[in-house]
């Protein structure tokens, strides 16, 4: 049984050479931390970067910012803006169960660890290639955000990365 498991980007469970990556510590790579109930993830993000929107389907989140700075929103599952801030090295951030949150890196970049309270935690993306809306057809779309089947369409297609978005052109923060 291992003690220790590597998180650079060479172990990324999700790498893009433009925004960043995503390492996740649980009881599948490392089988000890099954007793604690707790699994990690290491995040990376280059300048300007985003982490998409999404939420934790079955753990709460306790986020150490250890470089740089960023901006995190959370919102609760009725719309509620619960933080909208700018955050930076050495705050710790909490991000409740089912509670979207969204990260974009500042100029510098920005790198946190989340501690999660469930061994094998999982995530639900809202926007990206892996999209709880890609599996939905345009007009449920349409008709359930009252927009046009086009911007419906744009929503589901809208960006074509997984987790880790590039930064778009002229983005500034």
């Known amino acids: 049984m291992g003690l220790k498991h590597r998180t650079d980007s060479s ?15 649980n009881s599948y790579n490392l089988p000890v931390i099954q007793a604690l109930q707790l699994s990690a993830e290491r995040g ?8 998409a929107p999404h939420w934790n389907i079955n753990a ?5 910012i250890t470089r740089g700075r960023g901006r995190i929103q959370i919102v ?13 090295e050495g705050q710790v951030i909490t991000v409740p169960q089912n509670h979207a949150v969204v990260k974009k890196a500042g100029r510098q970049g920005f790198e946190w660890i989340a501690f999660k309270t469930n061994a094998n935690a999982k995530i639900s993306q809202i926007a ?29 297609q809208g960006r074509q990365e997984v987790s880790l978005f590039s930064p778009r052109q002229g983005s500034q923060q």
């Open 11 to 25: 172990n990324a469970d999700v790498f893009n050479p433009q925004a960043g990556c995503i390492t996740t510590v």
């Open 44 to 51: 990376v993000l280059y300048k300007n970067a985003i982490f």
């Open 60 to 64: 709460h989140s306790i986020v150490y």
């Open 76 to 88: 609760a599952e009725n719309g509620e803006a619960l933080f909208d801030d700018q955050v930076e």
């Open 128 to 156: 990206g290639r892996l999209s709880v809306f890609r599996g939905l057809p345009v007009d449920v779309l349409a008709n359930s955000f009252d927009i046009s089947r086009e911007e419906a369409m744009r929503l589901k």
